[in-house]
């Protein structure tokens, strides 16, 4: 039988209802291929405990499986409220400010200095995911008065967010730079920043990682949205982060910051990943709603990377049907006979790029002779990741002696990554080739390949070679 691996990855997120050795091996075999450790909750050695044993499945089963530390950013949260609880009137008046006494419908405490600092008249103000809102009128010492757009309970210690506001503020807080060390001990594959509002925060996240890890920027804000080209260009792989994206957005607005942010990313040829309430009514439900698996469907016709889940697989009741549901409606869009042409659509604009010229003359190659996959030999990842920002029909496998490179492509569209020595000259690497192409079904004896690799090898950034060869021959 030949196989066709899954073009479009999955990211599961774990927590309380997966973290467990049996849950995770579940997880993988329904079709997971990053693990996300959500580092907004449980200990650092809750998250030591984690690793071992994704690498203990990942070793079981003989694939490599990336995990991906998503730090928490900064969190702005109202104080207490008087019994639990207030109801705010739209056009009524309330003043903000950072006095500890619990609030009422007149006054409510907003404990962050930093805020009062950047607000100005006119700015917005969304109190638990929006369903409050305020618009600011007067700003003081510490202290502004707003009025009620959108009426609305508020009770304690409820989430604030300000989506018209420039913060000057790093994302990284003092907890992220503590659980950033612990992440980067551990050996995560990839750190994901959140609330990231400029490339100077990027900037200083590559800094602090020095390459133990690849970086990845959440896009939440609107204002990444105004600096996407230069947030880009500092990132290894970026997440459309539709949540807090979702509160400080107009629902409308939501979905072409998606498309935006997905066709930028497929330009410079890093990970994208689209994420958030995919399957969020799988949370108690075993079989998601119609419109949600539009949403999945649509997110692979749109090339992306990666696919997340979140509470889906961290919380929910339903943790591995919810994998194996995205992959049984991603592989649908990919038996789809447009999908070939939607998907190329979609990365439309790559002649205003600089192309590879090495990628391009090898997808070419295989186009041509139908040949059934493109093996690439890497050091870096570079090379299989430039084969892949072309979206090639042919299956893409990735040959590389280094561990953590094969983890890190887990997370990139339609490359399959294994361990392999470096060969020792052209014909041992069509032999590596031909033999890897057959141990994985991808064709039978006298099928073409592609393959890709740089002279001398194991050289970093050497691509030079196309070979045409065949699996058994």
């Keep these: 039988m030949i196989v066709t691996a899954r073009r479009a990855k999955i990211v599961a997120t774990l927590g309380p209802a997966s973290r467990s050795l049996d849950m995770i091996t579940e997880l993988a075999r329904a079709g997971a291929d990053v693990f996300r450790f959500n580092f907004s909750h449980g200990t650092h050695a809750d998250h030591k405990e984690t690793m071992e044993m994704v690498r203990k499945v990942a070793h079981r089963l003989r694939r490599p499986l990336a995990v991906l530390a998503d730090l928490q950013g900064p969190k702005f949260r109202i104080g207490q409220v008087k019994e639990g609880g207030v109801l705010l009137k739209k056009g009524e008046r309330i003043v903000l400010d950072m ?11 907003l404990p962050h200095k930093i805020v009062f600092e950047a607000l100005k008249p006119g700015d917005d103000i969304l109190i638990d995911d929006g369903k409050v809102r305020l618009k600011v009128e007067t700003v003081g010492e510490y202290v502004a008065t707003c009025r009620i757009v959108q009426s609305g309970m508020v009770s304690d210690r409820k989430g604030v967010n300000l989506p018209g506001t420039q913060l000057a503020l790093s994302p990284l807080t003092p907890k992220d730079r503590k ?32 390459g133990r890890a690849r970086v990845l920027a959440k896009i939440e804000k609107p204002q990444a949205l105004d600096q996407l080209d230069e947030i880009l260009d500092l990132c290894d792989a970026v997440m459309v982060a539709r949540g807090d994206l979702g509160v400080e ?3 409308e607005e939501v979905p072409i910051a998606q498309k935006s942010i997905v066709r930028a990313a497929r ?8 994420a958030t309430q995919m399957l969020d009514s799988m ?15 649509h997110a692979a016709y749109e090339g992306a990377d990666a696919l997340m889940l979140s509470g889906e697989t961290a919380a929910g009741s339903f943790p591995a049907e919810s994998v194996a549901m995205m992959d049984r409606i991603i592989r649908r869009v990919e038996s789809d006979p447009r999908w070939p042409e939607l998907v190329t659509v979609e990365g439309q604009g790559k002649e205003d790029r600089d192309a590879d010229p090495i990628a ?12 059934c996959a493109l093996i690439a030999y890497t050091a870096t990842g570079s090379t299989p990741m430039r084969l892949a920002r072309e979206r090639p029909m042919q299956q893409l496998v990735a040959l590389t002696p280094d561990p953590a490179v094969a983890r890190r492509l887990a997370l990139v569209w339609g490359i399959m990554s294994r361990i392999a020595p470096d060969p020792t000259g052209i014909e041992d690497m069509v032999a590596h080739a031909s033999a890897a192409a057959s141990n994985l079904k991808l064709g039978k004896k006298g099928d073409r390949l592609v393959v890709v690799a740089g002279v001398p090898f194991g050289t970093p950034g050497s691509t030079n070679l196309i070979r045409m060869a065949r699996i058994g021959g």
């Design 249 to 251: 957005l107009a629902p």
């Design 179 to 210: 659980d950033l060390v612990a992440a980067l001990d551990l050996g995560v594959d990839f750190v994901a920043l959140s609330f990231v509002q400029r490339a100077a925060d990027m900037a200083e996240l590559r800094k602090l990682v020095a």
């Design 267 to 274: 330009a410079r040829g890093i990970p994208v990943i689209v």
């Design 99 to 109: 006095h500890k006494t619990p609030g009422d419908w007149t006054r409510l405490p």
């Design 360 to 371: 391009l003359a090898a997808t070419v190659a295989a186009d041509a002779s139908r040949a």
């Design 283 to 297: 949370m108690v439900n075993a079989t998601p709603t119609r419109a949600e698996a539009s949403d999945v469907a």
